[in-house]
């Protein structure tokens, strides 16, 4: 049960990269969003949002007495989840899929709490989220 854990809290081993683990994790989680984008599906969106969360919370606990410490570095589906929830129902193009990935990049993780739902939770910042809504690639300039 440990290795399926790990293979989870690590998001395929995506975690393993020596540079930027958490931002890989992002990625992982944006190529997950382009599956859930081309289903069009609220259904399947709900649904692997929630599986991947509760699925996450238990990978990443038992990842980190695996790992022996709080919010270990591989340990990165709590970003493929943020990435998921950042994007969730909103009805983006790409540019604003890459603006929430940069975005969630930049989260703040809180990792001072033990609780792996806590971190999963930490991660999932409302300000992502706003990023994206408001994101204009092509900003209109007032003239002076």
Same mark, same amino acid.
């Given at each position: 049960?440990?290795? +399926?854990?790990?293979?989870?809290?690590?998001?395929?081993?995506?975690?393993?990269?020596?540079?930027?683990?958490?931002? !890989?994790?992002?990625?992982?989680?944006?190529?997950?969003?382009?599956? !859930?984008?081309?289903?069009?599906? *609220?259904?399947?969106? =709900?649904?692997?949002?929630?599986?991947?969360?509760?699925?996450?919370?238990?990978?990443?606990?038992?990842?980190?007495?695996?790992?022996?410490?709080?919010?270990?570095?591989?340990?990165?589906?709590?970003? !493929? =989840?943020?990435?998921?929830?950042?994007?969730?129902?909103?009805?983006?193009?790409?540019?604003?899929?890459?603006?929430?990935?940069?975005?969630?990049?930049?989260?703040?993780?809180?990792?001072?709490?033990?609780?792996?739902?806590?971190?999963? +939770?930490?991660?999932?910042? *409302?300000?992502?989220?706003?990023?994206? =809504?408001?994101?204009?690639?092509?900003?209109?300039?007032?003239?002076?």
């Amino acid at each position: 049960m440990t290795r +399926l854990a790990v293979f989870i809290a690590t998001a395929a081993y995506c975690g393993y990269f020596p540079v930027a683990p958490g931002t !890989v994790g992002s990625a992982a989680g944006l190529v997950v969003y382009a599956i !859930v984008w081309w289903t069009q599906s *609220p259904i399947v969106e =709900v649904a692997l949002i929630a599986s991947l969360f509760v699925a996450g919370v238990w990978a990443g606990t038992t990842a980190e007495q695996y790992f022996g410490g709080i919010d270990p570095g591989p340990v990165v589906i709590d970003e !493929v =989840v943020g990435m998921l929830i950042t994007l969730a129902f909103i009805p983006v193009g790409w540019s604003a899929a890459l603006a929430g990935f940069f975005r969630s990049c930049g989260a703040k993780n809180f990792a001072s709490h033990s609780a792996a739902w806590i971190d999963t +939770l930490a991660d999932q910042t *409302p300000s992502a989220r706003s990023e994206v =809504v408001t994101y204009d690639p092509l900003p209109v300039r007032s003239r002076r």
